[in-house]
């Protein structure tokens, strides 16, 4: 079963402008990721941020958590053409090592 | 470091055949991850190994599916038999860090079944 769901499904945003995406999840987590899938390609990790924080930034990444509305969302900004790809929020729950994902967002950044 | 190394990149097969995937982790990784990725259903879990030991394979579709890590270095995704429905892009991932479950995935093996 999905855990994170994404939104917009789709984003067509042209370069330079910022580009921002929300995750939501139905149950309390350890943990929050996102991933980005280039097309034919394996997912990479991108940034992750934890239960007890609110706010995390990398590069031109800046990723927040909202445990009480459980949502995250992730902005890239000043996006660039090669930013084009698809984006994964997952949540990590439990003790163990399971991940669940979302269906994604697809992201075109116009040149 | 090579990375998550997955074979075959591409697999076609007719109806019935036997399928295996191959997955080679990241040395020193103890946790190892098979997903499934469609348009429908998105990327789900279908198994995952800590230090070699199958730890949930609630995500496996059926009996015909069959997962095995006989070491460290190597882990196998068998379907047998395969239908047209199995098609999807199979990944491998593997993971270090067992609490915090940051991933690194393989390319895929993407599979069709005729």
């Known amino acids: 079963s999905q855990q994170g769901e994404e939104d917009p499904q789709a984003l067509s945003i042209q370069e330079g402008e910022n580009a921002t995406m929300n995750c939501s999840y139905k149950t309390s987590i350890n943990n929050l990721q996102w991933y980005r899938q280039n097309s034919g390609r394996g997912l990479v990790h991108l940034i992750l941020i934890r239960s007890n924080e609110r706010e995390k930034h990398s590069g031109r990444l800046r990723v927040t958590l909202d445990t009480s509305k459980k949502s995250s969302s992730l902005l890239i900004t000043a996006s660039r053409a090669a930013d084009t790809a698809s984006y994964f929020c997952?949540?990590?729950?439990?003790?163990?090592?399971?991940?669940?994902f979302g269906k994604g967002i697809t992201l075109s950044v116009r040149p | 470091d090579a990375g998550v190394i997955q074979s075959p990149r591409h697999e076609v097969t007719e109806m019935g055949q036997e399928v295996t995937l191959r997955c080679k982790p990241i040395?020193?990784?103890?946790?190892l991850f098979w997903y499934r990725q469609t348009m429908m259903r998105g990327l789900e879990l279908l198994i995952y190994?800590?230090?070699?030991?199958?730890?949930?394979d609630s995500g496996m579709p059926e009996d015909r599916f069959s997962a095995k890590m006989p070491n460290a270095s190597f882990s196998t995704l068998k379907i047998q038999p395969s239908e047209p429905r199995d098609s999807a892009v199979y990944f491998c991932?593997?993971?270090?860090?067992?609490?915090?479950?940051?991933?690194?995935f393989g390319e895929g093996s993407r599979l069709t079944v005729l």
């Open positions: 997952a949540t990590h729950t439990g003790a163990n090592s399971k991940l669940t």
């Open positions: 040395s020193g990784h103890n946790s």
């Open positions: 991932a593997s993971s270090l860090r067992q609490a915090t479950g940051e991933l690194f």
């Open positions: 190994f800590n230090n070699n030991v199958p730890i949930d």
